[in-house]
């Protein structure tokens, strides 16, 4: 432990230290169920993008044109910008920091062991699957119910290829749709001015910037590192850059095409404008086409964002002494698995302002986990010089986005306020 007190890394390569094991063996850390059936350890890197991409890459996105709404053009798109950098860049720090400590021989597979570990028993974050449960929004129950059984996460691999490529579908015809509508001679006044009204318009500006860092949020790096095979050094970094490829395309196409298309008349959620009172300015086909492909992706969405409560669920219910299929196991994975689902569905149909409900989940959920820990996280564990640049960007960043999510949490409720004189439990949006 003294040799890792002198380590100065880099950002993004930081000094060797001894090489990882090439094995890992489950019964060195005695796992609990959760850590050895849903957290299985056999992906490669290209998976680690496939489970990385769908965690980001979500219909969220389509709430993206909403968000400039509140910011312009500039502030939309340098918000944009700077979110995805600050987040890839935060994403590797923490894949470094969990890379370090397994070298040391202590691999943590969840954030709330992260939290225990190097912040010394800090209060832990084991209600986050219910916040990215929300995601689960306007889907399939039964699909939802069938998917939500597959074993572990390493098992949705090929569920979120598939995922990927949706994710590409419909965000392509997002942004050829908006582009159509706002050629065409039914297209809406573009207006692009921001709200004249200092208060609301301030409350706005925070509440787009927790709507966009929702969209960027992950919140689960932990778990997705915890399924790649060892040694695990590098993969990350590699699985980061699938993701944020098809990030900079879909997030960055849909929230130009749609902002373009609609201005300040953005919808939570863009497709709601290829409609006027209920007649779609799209053809009907490709309409029911998106809103397929967006469904479907949604789905797979949903069961990333599951692993965290299944794997505190089987952790709790599972025996890890008895085999994964075993009826031991498989019985109380099937009913706390299925009235999970059936909750997170319930509460997701219940809140019709998803836009809202982006922001507040940005404010109090992903800011922390994406944007300020992840920093804190690897000033502790390396302990860079005070008199860095390294040192003081973390820190800066911490800092910001800190202040950033307590107004942005304020504004988020604040929105959600004020929207509800108008929406109802259950509304069919």
């Not at 935060?90 to 225990?116: C, I, K, P």
């Not at 902002?259 to 309409?287: C, E, M």
Request: proline letters at 6%; charged letters at 10%; a positive charge.
């Amino acid at each position: 432990m003294e040799q890792s007190s002198n380590l100065k890394p880099s950002p993004l390569f930081p000094t060797p230290s001894p090489p990882e094991p090439s094995a890992f063996d489950p019964q060195s850390q005695n796992l609990d169920a959760g850590a050895l059936f849903v957290l299985e350890s056999k992906g490669s890197w290209v998976h680690c993008g496939y489970h990385l991409t769908t965690s980001i890459v979500a219909p969220a996105l389509l709430s993206l044109p909403f968000a400039l709404a509140f910011l312009g053009w500039v502030g939309g798109v340098l918000c944009l910008i700077i979110e995805a950098l600050v987040t890839f860049y935060s994403y590797n720090l923490l894949s470094l920091v969990l890379e370090h400590h397994a070298q040391q021989g202590l691999r943590l597979l969840r954030f709330r062991e992260m939290a225990e570990h190097i912040l010394v028993h800090l209060p832990t974050v084991k209600t986050k699957w219910l916040h990215e449960s929300l995601r689960v929004h306007n889907i399939s129950g039964l699909l939802m119910l069938i998917l939500a059984q597959i074993p572990s996460f390493h098992s949705l691999r090929h569920i979120n290829l598939v995922s990927l490529i949706l994710a590409l579908g419909y965000s392509a015809c997002a942004t050829a749709g908006a582009i159509y509508i706002g050629s065409s001679s039914k297209a809406p006044r573009k207006d692009y001015s921001l709200s004249s009204d200092g208060s609301n318009r301030l409350f706005g500006i925070f509440n787009a910037i927790a709507i966009i860092a929702t969209t960027y949020g992950n919140g689960i790096i932990p778990e997705i590192q915890a399924t790649l095979a060892p040694p695990v050094k590098g993969k990350m970094f590699k699985g980061l850059c699938i993701c944020y490829a098809v990030v900079i395309t879909t997030f960055f196409s849909v929230a130009i095409s749609g902002y373009w298309a609609f201005g300040n008349q953005a919808s939570s959620t863009v497709l709601s404008n290829f409609l006027i009172d209920g007649k779609p300015l799209v053809p009907k086909w490709f309409l029911l086409m998106t809103n397929v492909f967006a469904l479907l992706q949604v789905s797979a969405v949903g069961v990333v964002y599951l692993q965290p409560m299944n794997e505190v669920l089987e952790a709790k219910f599972g025996d890890p002494k008895s085999k994964q299929f075993s009826p031991r196991n498989v019985v109380p994975r099937l009913v706390c698995r299925s009235l999970g689902v059936v909750i997170a569905t319930t509460i997701a149909a219940m809140l019709p302002f998803f836009g809202d409900i982006n922001a507040v989940i940005g404010a109090f959920g992903f800011m922390p986990l994406d944007f300020i820990l992840p920093m804190v996280f690897y000033n502790i564990t390396f302990k860079p010089s005070k008199r860095s640049l390294l040192f003081w960007g973390n820190t800066t960043i911490a800092i910001v986005f800190t202040v950033l999510g307590v107004i942005g949490a304020v504004s988020a409720v604040r929105q959600i306020v004020l929207d509800a004189k108008t929406f109802r439990l259950f509304a069919n949006v």
